[in-house]
T-cell receptor, first 116, second 109 residues
Framework: GAVVSQHPSRVICKSGTSVKIECRSL??????MFWYRQFPKQSLMLMAT?????????EQGVEKDKFLINHASLTLSTLTVTSAHPEDSSFYIC????????????FGPGTRLTVT | SQQGEEDPQALSIQEGENATMNCSYK?????LQWYRQNSGRGLVHLIL?????REKHSGRLRVTLDTSKKSSSLLITASRAADTASYFC?????????FGTGTSLTVIP
């Protein structure tokens, strides 16, 4: 069964609004989670590392004020796309490391964001 | 960019044939992983190979790693229609992964 969940699975919003995506680790704690985005027929691009209790670390070229990340608990990280624009439409995927694993991770099922 | 590259970008084969995908990367790694993704869905972890390993098997999957050439290959033997998906390699030195460009595999029944 799924060990990392994401909510919502699909969301459609209007330009200028903000959208929050949740990533939850089920039955295990994750002090670190990762957020990726994937454009159609393209690969996953790491956006940021979410750290429980501290600020997220963003990859080069990712606007931290645009993509707000909050890791409020050991099982929940949220990604908020602020003032969304159509170019933000993408597939957003989170992941969490497997405890005791050798850099192995569980990936969430993804969230399809469409900005109209 | 740390992103790897895969080739071919697209591969179409008949059911029962073998499929080989290649991945090249740029930086030093601790491990390399292969994932599959069905259209519009999340990722499924297939296999992990560590930097000190040269070959690994899992069912119909065979992965090789050549750290001197910074490349890896994924072989799927006796392919099935259900193997149709996109396949990505991912490299990293820690828990941060950088994904390759992916290979879209179509297995024709």
């Amino acid at each position: 069964g799924a060990v990392v969940s994401q909510h919502p699975s699909r969301v459609i919003c209007k330009s200028g609004t903000s959208v929050k995506i949740e990533c939850r680790s089920l039955d295990f704690q994750a002090t670190t989670m990762f957020w990726y985005r994937q454009f159609p027929k393209q690969s996953l691009m790491l956006m940021a590392t979410s750290n429980e209790g501290s600020k997220a670390t963003y990859e080069q070229g990712v606007e931290k004020d645009k993509f707000l990340i909050n890791h409020a608990s050991l099982t929940l990280s949220t990604l908020t796309v602020t003032s969304a624009h159509p170019e933000d439409s993408s597939f957003y995927i989170c992941s969490a490391p497997i405890a005791g694993g050798y850099y192995e991770q569980y990936f969430g099922p993804g969230t399809r964001l469409t900005v109209t | 960019s740390q992103q790897g590259e895969e080739d071919p970008q697209a591969l179409s084969i008949q059911e029962g044939e073998n499929a080989t995908m290649n991945c090249s990367y740029k930086t030093s790694i601790n491990n390399l992983q292969w994932y599959r993704q069905n259209s519009g869905r999340g990722l499924v972890h297939l296999i992990l190979i560590r930097s000190n390993e040269r070959e690994k098997h899992s069912g119909r999957l065979r992965v090789t790693l050549d750290t001197s050439k910074k490349s890896s290959s994924l072989l799927i033997t006796a392919s099935r229609a259900a193997d149709t998906a996109s396949y990505f390699c991912a490299t990293g030195t820690g828990n941060q992964f950088y994904f390759g460009t992916g290979t879209s595999l179509t297995v024709i029944p």
